[in-house]
T-cell receptor
Framework: GIQVEQSPPDLILQEGANSTLRCNFS?????LQWFHQNPWGQLINLFY???GTKQNGRLSATTVATERYSLLYISSSQTTDSGVYFC???????????FGKGTSLLVTP | GAVVSQHPSRVICKSGTSVKIECRSL??????MFWYRQFPKQSLMLMAT?????????EQGVEKDKFLINHASLTLSTLTVTSAHPEDSSFYIC???????????FGDGTRLSIL
């Protein structure tokens, strides 16, 4: 099946800093989503972005489908941004989303 | 608001009990729903694909007799963990697909603890 690799696995930032999370995938996709999992386990959908660029407040994402990667940008990070960020993709040949292992982000005051 | 509702959010029960988890799509019909499992500090792993009106498709290594899936209507899929044991303790999350180029929507998950 499709492989999804996220980097870095762990990230510690000071409040106010910017960061970039990366997601590489091994096959053509028709769905790519970025999620933030909060401490209660809820998956918060940040972006549905199989291609192109989107922005939502301090967050933005870019997917370059032809090169099989996506980037999630977090600007002016806040402590509430802490948690695990998952990239999930669906291959053109598949049905379900396949998740990467996530990036665990800790933003310190 | 939530478009996929999952219930219950938390279950604590004794070993040997069977536990049913419900997943409902609230404002759309979902011919396909998915069940994932997440162990602590790990990612979400697909367990099975639930198809309305037909048998579920299970991923390799997932026991179909242990994890019974029923998708009897276009808005409801259920996962029953039969004769649960402590090793079945995990976080179970369902999701549903709208038709067309749309994101997949996830429930809030069920935290299952078997004593």
């Amino acid at each position: 099946g499709i492989q999804v690799e996220q980097s870095p696995p762990d990230l510690i930032l000071q409040e106010g800093a910017n960061s970039t999370l990366r997601c590489n995938f091994s096959d053509s996709v028709n769905n790519l989503q970025w999620f933030h999992q909060n401490p209660w386990g809820q998956l918060i959908n940040l972006f549905y972005i199989p291609s192109g660029t989107k922005q939502n407040g301090r967050l933005s994402a870019t997917t370059v489908a032809t090169e099989r990667y996506s980037l999630l940008y977090i600007s002016s990070s806040q402590t509430t941004d802490s948690g695990v960020y998952f990239c999930a993709v669906r291959a053109n040949s598949g049905y379900a989303l396949n998740f990467g292992k996530g990036t665990s982000l800790l933003v310190t005051p | 608001g939530a478009v996929v509702s999952q219930h219950p959010s938390r279950v604590i029960c004794k070993s040997g009990t069977s536990v049913k988890i419900e997943c409902r799509s609230l404002d759309f019909q979902a011919t396909t729903m998915f069940w994932y499992r997440q162990f602590p500090k790990q990612s979400l792993m697909l367990m099975a694909t639930s198809n309305e009106g037909s048998k579920a498709t299970y991923e390799q290594g997932v026991e179909k007799d242990k994890f019974l899936i029923n998708h009897a209507s276009l808005t409801l899929s259920t996962l029953t963990v039969t004769s649960a044991h402590p090793e079945d303790s995990s976080f179970y999350i369902c999701s549903a697909d709208r038709t067309g180029n749309q994101p997949q929507h996830f429930g809030d998950g069920t935290r299952l603890s078997i004593l």
